[in-house]
């Protein structure tokens, strides 16, 4: 079992913003497809960012320009910088990997999840 551990969550106001992280172990980090879901109340659980590494990263329209995703080696630590926040970015934000290199949008490709973190956005 690949033990992820996600923090940053907050509550923030419209147009604030907000980095969320995720512990993860070494090699996940190292080697391994990492992405950023999110679950809104009442929703299934989408994808918001997926990154291969240095193979690329894809953003859902939702977030693309507003999120960034970026990898700490040294750390071993998967980053979501959110900007402009929305207040429909309020959401219960997941850590995701696999056992492979590339990344896929289907939540159910990913077989490690975190505990998530909350993130509301008032208006």
């Known amino acids: 079992q690949v033990h992820l551990v996600e923090s940053g969550g907050a509550s923030v106001q419209a147009g604030g913003s907000l980095r969320l992280s995720c512990v993860a172990p070494?090699?996940?980090?190292?080697?391994?497809?990492m992405a950023w879901f999110r679950q809104a109340p009442g929703k299934g659980r989408e994808g918001g960012v997926v990154?291969?590494?240095?193979?690329?990263?894809s953003y859902a329209d939702s977030v693309q320009g507003r999120f960034t995703i970026s990898r700490d080696y040294a750390k071993n630590t998967l980053y979501l910088q959110m900007a402009r926040l929305k207040p429909e970015d309020r959401a219960l934000y997941y850590c995701a990997t696999t056992v492979n290199k590339r990344c896929r949008w289907d939540v159910g490709w990913y077989k490690h999840w975190g505990q998530g973190t909350q993130v509301t956005v008032s208006s």
């Open positions: 990154n291969e590494g240095d193979a690329g990263t």
């Open positions: 070494k090699n996940t980090v190292t080697w391994f497809c």
